[in-house]
T-cell receptor, first 114, second 113 residues
Framework: DSGVTQTPKHLITATGQRVTLRCSPR?????VYWYQQSLDQGLQFLIH???????AKGNILERFSAQQFPDLHSELNLSSLELGDSALYFC?????????????FGPGTRLLVL | KNEVEQSPQNLTAQEGEFITINCSYS?????LHWLQQHPGGGIVSLFM???GKKKHGRLIATINIQEKHSSLHITASHPRDSAVYIC???????????????FGKGTHLIIQP
């Protein structure tokens, strides 16, 4: 158990809908990273938040957005969902944003768009 | 061309064999990570390297920064080692810190009893 929690574990929805994925980092960790794992693209970095502020963006679509709240939990919002958005979404946390920090991964949210 | 290349893509071996998984990258990095993903999907961080060599139990990870290459070794392999092993790199960023990870496609390892 990494100490990172994600909810829900599974999510089934329809095209065009909007969903919110939630991540709670390990106690004391200030950084949250979001990653997407799909069959065709593999694992990709989406976005990084540190202490409530966006720090880096990766391959995140404009239909997707994220935020980190004062209690440090983070939410990833996916809107106008398409079939290709079906994937495993992971969050990971680390104490700060240093390059030599281990990232601790949550169990993931499996999203299926029908 | 992917920035992070892993080989082999698939590896089947017998219990007890010495396993080597290779990772090459084409960009300057601040750190390299080896991750393990089990069939259930969960990802566990095995090692984070910026230089040299690290050992944890039967797992050994090495990195050669000049050659932009890393290897993950498993000694006395066991069926419970069956998983996908993923190499990931963290690029450098001006002003300190680093971006998110860039991943290889993974090596699917099966250890047969």
């Amino acid at each position: 158990d990494s100490g990172v929690t994600q909810t829900p574990k599974h999510l089934i929805t329809a095209t065009g809908q909007r969903v919110t994925l939630r991540c709670s980092p390990r106690s004391g960790d200030l950084s949250v990273y979001w990653y997407q794992q799909s069959l065709d693209q593999g694992l990709q970095f989406l976005i990084h938040y540190y202490n409530g502020e966006e720090r880096a963006k990766g391959n995140i679509l404009e239909r997707f957005s994220a935020q980190q709240f004062p209690d440090l939990h983070s939410e990833l919002n996916l809107s106008s969902l398409e079939l290709g958005d079906s994937a495993l979404y992971f969050c990971a946390s680390s104490p700060n944003f240093g390059p030599l920090e281990t990232q601790y991964f949550g169990p993931g949210t499996r999203l299926l768009v029908l | 061309k992917n920035e992070v290349e892993q080989s082999p893509q698939n590896l089947t071996a017998q219990e007890g064999e010495f396993i080597t998984i290779n990772c090459s990258y084409s960009v300057g990095i601040s750190a390299l990570h080896w991750l393990q993903q089990h069939p259930g999907g969960g990802i566990v961080s095995l090692f984070m390297l910026s230089s040299g060599k690290k050992k944890h139990g039967r797992l050994i990870a090495t990195i050669n920064i000049q050659e932009k290459h890393s290897s993950l070794h498993i000694t006395a392999s066991h069926p419970r080692d069956s998983a996908v092993y993923i190499c990931a790199v963290r690029g450098r960023r001006s002003g300190g810190g680093a971006d998110g990870l860039t991943f290889g496609k993974g090596t699917h390892l099966i250890i047969q009893p």
